[in-house]
Protein backbone atom coordinates (compact mmCIF):
# COMPACT_ATOMS: atom_id res chain seq x y z
CA UNK A 1 0.00 0.00 0.00
CA UNK A 2 1.49 3.34 -1.20
CA UNK A 3 1.98 6.39 1.98
CA UNK A 4 2.77 9.42 2.08
CA UNK A 5 3.42 11.31 5.19
CA UNK A 6 4.44 14.23 5.67
CA UNK A 7 6.40 16.12 8.89
CA UNK A 8 8.00 19.36 9.01
CA UNK A 9 5.32 22.09 9.40
CA UNK A 10 4.52 24.43 12.00
CA UNK A 11 4.42 28.18 12.78
CA UNK A 12 7.44 30.44 11.50
CA UNK A 13 8.04 34.11 12.00
CA UNK A 14 8.04 35.97 8.22
CA UNK A 15 11.49 35.57 6.94
CA UNK A 16 12.07 32.72 8.70
CA UNK A 17 13.04 28.72 7.55
CA UNK A 18 10.99 25.25 7.57
CA UNK A 19 12.13 22.40 5.93
CA UNK A 20 9.18 19.58 5.28
CA UNK A 21 10.19 16.25 4.66
CA UNK A 22 7.43 13.17 3.12
CA UNK A 23 8.47 9.45 3.70
CA UNK A 24 7.26 7.34 1.26
CA UNK A 25 6.62 3.27 1.30
CA UNK A 26 4.77 0.83 -1.02
CA UNK A 27 6.51 1.49 -3.93
CA UNK A 28 9.37 2.13 -6.01
CA UNK A 29 10.79 5.37 -4.69
CA UNK A 30 13.54 6.13 -7.22
CA UNK A 31 11.11 5.43 -10.00
CA UNK A 32 9.08 7.89 -9.31
CA UNK A 33 8.66 12.18 -9.68
CA UNK A 34 7.54 13.82 -6.74
CA UNK A 35 5.84 16.82 -5.55
CA UNK A 36 5.00 19.66 -3.36
CA UNK A 37 1.15 20.85 -3.81
CA UNK A 38 -0.19 23.11 -1.02
CA UNK A 39 -3.11 24.91 -0.60
CA UNK A 40 -3.93 28.13 1.52
CA UNK A 41 -6.67 28.53 3.93
CA UNK A 42 -10.14 29.22 2.06
CA UNK A 43 -8.05 28.98 -1.17
CA UNK A 44 -7.69 26.13 -4.11
CA UNK A 45 -4.76 23.78 -4.87
CA UNK A 46 -1.46 25.00 -5.74
CA UNK A 47 1.39 23.29 -7.18
CA UNK A 48 4.71 23.94 -5.98
CA UNK A 49 7.28 22.16 -7.17
CA UNK A 50 8.31 18.87 -8.87
CA UNK A 51 11.25 16.60 -8.64
CA UNK A 52 12.50 13.53 -11.09
CA UNK A 53 13.20 10.71 -10.23
CA UNK A 54 16.76 10.49 -9.89
CA UNK A 55 16.60 14.05 -8.13
CA UNK A 56 18.24 15.45 -11.38
CA UNK A 57 15.27 17.61 -12.56
CA UNK A 58 13.69 20.23 -10.63
CA UNK A 59 10.40 22.45 -11.64
CA UNK A 60 9.45 25.15 -9.21
CA UNK A 61 6.64 27.63 -9.30
CA UNK A 62 7.48 31.49 -10.05
CA UNK A 63 6.09 32.20 -6.37
CA UNK A 64 8.64 30.08 -4.71
CA UNK A 65 11.47 30.20 -7.03
CA UNK A 66 14.55 30.80 -5.64
CA UNK A 67 13.27 30.66 -2.20
CA UNK A 68 12.00 27.13 -1.92
CA UNK A 69 14.14 23.90 -2.89
CA UNK A 70 12.99 20.06 -3.54
CA UNK A 71 15.32 17.62 -2.97
CA UNK A 72 15.47 13.68 -2.36
CA UNK A 73 16.88 11.06 -0.71
CA UNK A 74 16.19 7.69 -2.04
CA UNK A 75 17.92 5.45 -0.62
CA UNK A 76 15.83 6.75 2.16
CA UNK A 77 12.71 7.04 0.09
CA UNK A 78 12.15 10.53 1.66
CA UNK A 79 11.40 14.22 -0.18
CA UNK A 80 12.50 17.36 1.11
CA UNK A 81 11.12 20.76 0.70
CA UNK A 82 13.56 23.21 2.31
CA UNK A 83 11.40 26.60 2.23
CA UNK A 84 13.61 29.73 3.12
CA UNK A 85 12.29 33.89 3.20
CA UNK A 86 9.16 32.51 4.03
CA UNK A 87 6.38 34.86 3.60
CA UNK A 88 2.92 35.22 5.18
CA UNK A 89 1.23 33.99 1.66
CA UNK A 90 3.43 30.52 1.83
CA UNK A 91 0.54 29.73 4.86
CA UNK A 92 -0.76 26.62 4.00
CA UNK A 93 -1.28 22.86 4.23
CA UNK A 94 1.93 21.24 2.27
CA UNK A 95 1.09 17.74 0.23
CA UNK A 96 3.51 15.61 -0.98
CA UNK A 97 2.09 14.36 -4.22
CA UNK A 98 3.39 10.95 -6.35
CA UNK A 99 3.18 11.26 -10.04
CA UNK A 100 2.09 8.59 -12.39
CA UNK A 101 3.21 8.60 -15.24
CA UNK A 102 2.86 6.97 -18.86
CA UNK A 103 1.53 8.54 -22.14
CA UNK A 104 0.01 11.70 -19.46
CA UNK A 105 0.70 11.66 -16.04
CA UNK A 106 -1.24 12.47 -12.81
CA UNK A 107 -0.58 12.77 -9.00
CA UNK A 108 -1.89 9.58 -7.75
CA UNK A 109 -1.19 9.27 -4.33
CA UNK A 110 -1.01 12.43 -2.16
CA UNK A 111 -0.04 12.91 1.73
CA UNK A 112 -2.60 13.98 4.33
CA UNK A 113 -0.71 17.73 4.15
CA UNK A 114 1.55 19.21 6.64
CA UNK A 115 0.68 22.79 7.88
CA UNK A 116 2.81 25.50 7.52
CA UNK A 117 2.16 29.12 8.79
CA UNK A 118 3.93 31.92 8.55
CA UNK A 119 2.81 35.22 11.37
CA UNK A 120 4.93 37.51 13.28
CA UNK B 1 -2.10 27.81 -18.84
CA UNK B 2 -4.86 29.52 -17.00
CA UNK B 3 -7.96 26.96 -16.38
CA UNK B 4 -11.04 28.43 -15.24
CA UNK B 5 -14.19 26.25 -13.49
CA UNK B 6 -17.58 26.95 -13.16
CA UNK B 7 -19.64 26.64 -11.36
CA UNK B 8 -17.47 27.81 -8.47
CA UNK B 9 -20.14 26.14 -6.35
CA UNK B 10 -23.29 24.33 -6.92
CA UNK B 11 -25.80 22.75 -4.62
CA UNK B 12 -27.43 19.13 -5.69
CA UNK B 13 -29.14 16.53 -4.32
CA UNK B 14 -28.87 13.14 -4.18
CA UNK B 15 -29.16 11.69 -7.83
CA UNK B 16 -29.00 14.52 -9.10
CA UNK B 17 -27.07 14.54 -12.01
CA UNK B 18 -24.06 17.49 -12.14
CA UNK B 19 -21.51 18.66 -14.03
CA UNK B 20 -18.36 20.83 -14.21
CA UNK B 21 -16.99 22.70 -16.68
CA UNK B 22 -13.32 23.22 -16.86
CA UNK B 23 -11.68 26.08 -19.78
CA UNK B 24 -8.46 25.74 -20.48
CA UNK B 25 -6.10 29.54 -21.43
CA UNK B 26 -4.67 27.91 -24.98
CA UNK B 27 -5.22 24.28 -26.10
CA UNK B 28 -3.98 21.36 -23.57
CA UNK B 29 -4.79 18.53 -25.99
CA UNK B 30 -6.12 15.97 -23.79
CA UNK B 31 -3.96 16.48 -20.66
CA UNK B 32 -6.54 17.56 -18.23
CA UNK B 33 -6.81 15.46 -14.72
CA UNK B 34 -9.54 16.12 -12.24
CA UNK B 35 -9.56 15.55 -8.56
CA UNK B 36 -11.82 15.53 -5.64
CA UNK B 37 -10.93 17.03 -2.16
CA UNK B 38 -12.93 16.29 0.93
CA UNK B 39 -11.78 18.89 3.79
CA UNK B 40 -9.14 17.35 5.48
CA UNK B 41 -8.41 14.29 3.31
CA UNK B 42 -5.61 14.02 1.02
CA UNK B 43 -6.80 14.93 -2.48
CA UNK B 44 -8.07 12.74 -5.00
CA UNK B 45 -7.71 11.36 -8.78
CA UNK B 46 -10.88 10.83 -10.51
CA UNK B 47 -9.97 11.35 -13.92
CA UNK B 48 -6.82 11.35 -15.89
CA UNK B 49 -6.06 12.20 -19.67
CA UNK B 50 -9.64 14.09 -20.03
CA UNK B 51 -11.70 11.15 -19.76
CA UNK B 52 -9.85 7.57 -18.38
CA UNK B 53 -11.16 7.04 -15.54
CA UNK B 54 -8.63 6.03 -13.02
CA UNK B 55 -9.13 2.50 -11.40
CA UNK B 56 -11.28 2.17 -8.42
CA UNK B 57 -12.87 5.22 -9.27
CA UNK B 58 -17.13 5.00 -9.32
CA UNK B 59 -18.34 4.73 -13.07
CA UNK B 60 -20.79 7.63 -11.79
CA UNK B 61 -17.78 9.68 -12.35
CA UNK B 62 -16.55 10.30 -16.81
CA UNK B 63 -14.49 13.04 -18.04
CA UNK B 64 -15.07 14.49 -21.76
CA UNK B 65 -13.19 17.31 -23.87
CA UNK B 66 -10.19 18.29 -25.54
CA UNK B 67 -8.16 21.35 -26.68
CA UNK B 68 -9.63 23.93 -24.63
CA UNK B 69 -12.73 22.84 -22.72
CA UNK B 70 -13.75 19.91 -20.65
CA UNK B 71 -16.36 18.55 -18.45
CA UNK B 72 -16.63 16.14 -15.80
CA UNK B 73 -20.09 14.35 -15.05
CA UNK B 74 -21.28 12.68 -12.23
CA UNK B 75 -24.31 10.91 -13.19
CA UNK B 76 -26.22 10.52 -9.87
CA UNK B 77 -24.74 12.12 -7.38
CA UNK B 78 -23.69 9.86 -3.83
CA UNK B 79 -23.53 11.20 0.27
CA UNK B 80 -19.72 10.78 -0.57
CA UNK B 81 -19.53 12.89 -3.74
CA UNK B 82 -19.92 16.46 -1.73
CA UNK B 83 -16.75 17.74 -1.80
CA UNK B 84 -14.40 20.22 -3.79
CA UNK B 85 -13.44 19.08 -7.26
CA UNK B 86 -10.88 20.58 -9.43
CA UNK B 87 -9.31 20.32 -13.09
CA UNK B 88 -5.15 20.33 -13.53
CA UNK B 89 -3.49 20.59 -16.56
CA UNK B 90 -0.66 18.36 -16.79
CA UNK B 91 0.56 19.99 -20.76
CA UNK B 92 3.51 22.16 -19.57
CA UNK B 93 4.74 23.57 -16.35
CA UNK B 94 3.88 25.35 -14.49
CA UNK B 95 1.24 22.72 -13.89
CA UNK B 96 -2.00 24.94 -13.04
CA UNK B 97 -5.19 24.26 -11.00
CA UNK B 98 -8.94 25.48 -12.17
CA UNK B 99 -9.98 27.54 -8.64
CA UNK B 100 -12.58 25.05 -7.82
CA UNK B 101 -16.00 24.08 -7.71
CA UNK B 102 -17.93 22.93 -4.62
CA UNK B 103 -20.41 20.77 -4.70
CA UNK B 104 -22.65 21.06 -1.37
CA UNK B 105 -26.17 19.57 -0.33
CA UNK B 106 -29.23 20.98 -1.17
Known amino acids: EVQLLESGGGLVQPGGSLRLSCAATGFTFSSSAMSWVRQAPGKGLEWVSTIGGSGASTYYADSVKGRFTISRDNSKNTLFLQMNSLRVEDTAVYYCAKAFSSSHWFWDYWGQGTLVTVSS | ?106
Open chain 2, 1 to 106: IQMTQSPSSLSASVGDRVTITCRASQSISTYLNWYQHRPGKAPKVLIYAASSLRSGVPSRFSGSGSGTDFTLTISSLQPEDFATYYCQQSYIAPWTFGQGTQVEIK
